[in-house]
């Protein structure tokens, strides 16, 4: 077998382009008796790539005493040469942590129970839940070493390089959640160092600040040594709380990095040679992994979990439009982040009977994924069965409602995940397909963050997907994103730029906006100008760019929005611009008032920009009709048009082709005229397509 390597956009054997498709088959649950015949249904629905949990807890029952093969579900070296035997690449998941309902999340019980110690900590000292562990406390970690030591020579014996199956390597699992789920960050102070003289914290607030003087003068503070302070929940009554806030979060997603740069350091030492991968929990925590991206001088890939239902505290029972807006942004985050975008739990079942997971649902979670940019997957789960004795959380059998079930059925879930395998299999090239954007929305994945310690920038975050992204796919629009922290897109004027901004923004990230303007590119910025850091200092770069007063916060006046020919746009805040540019365009006012709520202005070097003072979430036709006007005045052209706001499009392109996916993520089946502009910018009708109740549909389509 030749091992899999990848891009910054796709997968690839042996240099040729191929997507990863996974799924997750636990030979300490599945009978192995039937592995041979589960993995052929595998490899006949589109499969080249399993994934296995390797738990702590079944390998090491006590303390020391380590077993492997002494019982069928423990045969991991059997399981690894049957995945061979089938032609199967493997993605071995060791741990530490691997959850899957299991009791403590997969460590042993010995370990919780004898070294408590060893528990994450609220900000007041006491522990979190039974499973939730100190990752850097040092007796965690010669813990984990000895079990490394113990299950990683099986599995270098098994690498791709030695001849064997395993293709890539995961280190622990959804770091940070075992935290923020069952308490909030972690504060083992004997972990991490709190008023310790070389203590990790103290540590980090010493390279982030130099001496003890600037600390000072950020917290508003007298300490006489960087000891002496202890870390802050997050709190919002002045800038000296968010920012002692902000620097417990920084440091604690630092630590999590170090912890992932041990393991795999561990992994190393022990003979694992495949590259690595980890998996963020949700779309929300991507950002929170900004730290371990750069701490891993090692070949690696971060993916995501996609779950759209696991039980009735989701908010939704099926894909919905909401859930296809964070697969979006989740994709192209880690698509920024240099990664080809790939979904390492794909749901494939539920470990709740109820809400089901229906085949129809999930093909239609399926292609959204795909429109919107997965260049690889995992399945969780392909197929499960009986827990060992005595470590299922809650449960003797784990079915999770899988395609293949616990005895073996081939269930109508199969048929889906075959469906998508015909999709890929069918156009080879969508590997290597992009999005066609015609316009693009800038991240700043620091409001992403800033969930943890500043709520008003968190807002902002919100805002920006529940409003202006909404907005635009309602509109026809095709967003791709930009990364503020980055400058591979500043001399890129071709298509206009969405900016949400709050009152803070990042000083380079300012200039970044600035250089843009200055290049000729137009950018559309709502719904506030920033006037402060990130570190909540002033700074009007951007203000001072467009020549303007930065805008105030309407409090008191009844607004009446109209903006760009569209009256009685529906807001939530409104914000008015007093001083405005020499050369401006009045494009919005309150109608009560005659406050100024938009315009455009011409800038140094050509560069056009509108300000928006508006906030809101996407509820009404006037929200499409107010944000088609601004950017067609920025010289927004459609990739995409298509006559129902209901329906959306994605349209992945490679060279001359192209593949459409036409998105009814509702219960109602609904209709809808699509065309497309082709390199010739002519636009081609594919014709009138209606659409079933959740159905995603392909077309392909030549460019």
Request: include cysteine; hydrophobic fraction near 40%; charged fraction near 20%.
């Amino acid at each position: 077998m030749h091992p899999i390597e990848f891009t910054p956009t796709h997968y690839a054997i042996n240099g040729q382009p191929v997507y990863l498709n996974s799924g997750e088959f636990h030979y300490f649950r599945v009978p192995k008796s039937d592995w041979r015949r589960r993995m052929a249904l595998f490899k006949a629905a589109g499969g080249n790539c399993l994934a296995t949990y390797i738990p702590w807890l079944i390998h090491e029952p006590e303390e020391g005493t380590f077993a492997f093969g002494d019982v069928d579900w423990r045969d991991l070296e059997g399981f690894l040469q049957t995945a061979a035997d089938a032609g199967l690449y493997v993605v071995a998941r060791p741990g530490p942590y691997q959850y899957s309902e299991l009791l403590y999340g997969g460590l042993p019980g010995w370990l919780i129970q004898n070294y408590p110690q060893l528990l994450a900590r609220t900000l007041a000292g006491e522990p979190f839940g039974m499973p939730s562990v100190s990752y850097l406390h040092p007796l965690f970690l010669e813990k984990v070493r000895a079990w490394f030591a113990a299950v990683c020579p099986i599995l270098a014996r098994y690498t791709v390089a030695q001849g064997g199956p395993i293709a890539l390597t995961q280190f622990d699992n959804e770091l940070t959640g075992i935290h923020i789920w069952f308490g909030g960050l972690d504060y083992n102070a004997e972990a991490l160092g709190f008023g310790q003289a070389d203590g990790r914290y103290p540590r980090f607030l010493r390279a982030r600040y130099g001496d003890i003087a600037r600390l000072n003068a950020a917290y508003d503070a007298a300490y006489g040594d960087f000891v002496e302070v202890m870390p802050a929940p997050r709190a919002e009554d002045t800038p000296a709380d968010v920012r002692r806030a902000r620097d417990t979060f920084d440091f604690y997603t630092h630590a999590t990095a170090e912890y992932a740069q041990t393991l795999c350091r561990m992994l190393r030492e022990f003979g694992i040679d495949t590259p690595f991968i980890h998996n963020a929990a949700n779309p929300e925590m991507n950002p929170y992994f900004l730290e371990t991206i750069a701490a891993l001088d090692e070949p690696f890939v971060l993916g995501s979990d996609h779950y759209y239902n696991l039980d009735q505290h989701w908010p939704q029972n099926n894909p919905t439009p909401q859930y296809a807006r964070r697969v979006f942004l989740s994709c192209e985050e880690l698509r920024l982040f240099g990664f080809p975008p790939t979904v390492l739990e794909l749901p494939g079942g539920s470990a709740s009977d109820w809400p089901p997971i229906t085949p129809e649902d999930a093909l239609a979670c399926y292609l959204t994924n795909l429109a919107y940019g997965m260049k690889g997957h995992n399945v969780y789960i392909f197929t499960g069965g009986p827990n060992p004795p005595g470590v299922g959380e809650s449960t003797d059998m784990y079915d999770y409602g899988a395609a293949i079930g616990a005895d073996g059925d081939v269930r109508p879930l199969y048929a889906a995940q075959k469906a998508l395998g015909d999709v890929i299999a069918q156009y080879p090239w969508l590997v290597e397909a992009e999005r066609a954007g015609d316009c693009r929305l800038a991240l700043d994945f620091e409001y992403a963050r800033a969930e943890r310690y500043y709520r008003p920038n968190y807002q902002t975050w919100e805002l920006m997907e529940r409003g202006p992204l909404t907005t635009a796919f309602c509109a026809g629009a095709s967003p791709v994103c930009v990364n503020l922290d980055s400058d591979d897109w500043v001399t890129d004027v071709a298509t206009p730029l969405i900016v949400v901004s709050a009152e803070s923004m990042g000083r380079a990230k300012q200039e970044r906006l600035m250089r843009f303007l200055q290049n000729g590119g137009k950018m559309l910025i709502m719904p506030t100008l920033p006037t402060l850091d990130e570190t909540l200092e002033p700074c009007t770069v951007l203000a001072d760019c467009l020549g303007a007063t930065p805008v105030w916060l309407n409090v008191g006046r009844v607004v009446r929005a109209a903006v760009g020919g569209v009256v009685n746009v529906r807001h939530g805040a409104a914000y008015v611009s007093d001083t405005l540019p020499l050369e401006t365009d009045v494009i919005g006012v309150n109608e009560y008032s005659g406050d100024v709520l938009a315009w455009h202005t011409t800038t140094d070097g050509g560069g056009q920009a509108i300000m928006l003072g508006l906030a809101w979430v996407h509820s009404k036709h006037e929200h499409t009709a107010m944000l088609r006007a601004l950017l067609t005045r920025l010289g927004w052209e459609p990739r995409v048009v298509c006559s129902n706001p209901n329906i959306w499009t994605s349209l992945r392109v490679a060279g001359e082709r192209g593949l459409l996916f036409i998105l009814n993520l509702y219960s109602s089946p609904m209709e809808a005229e699509v065309s497309y502009r082709d390199a010739t910018g002519a636009l081609i009708s594919t014709g009138t397509h209606r659409l079933g109740a959740m159905t995603v549909k392909v077309v392909e389509v030549h460019l």
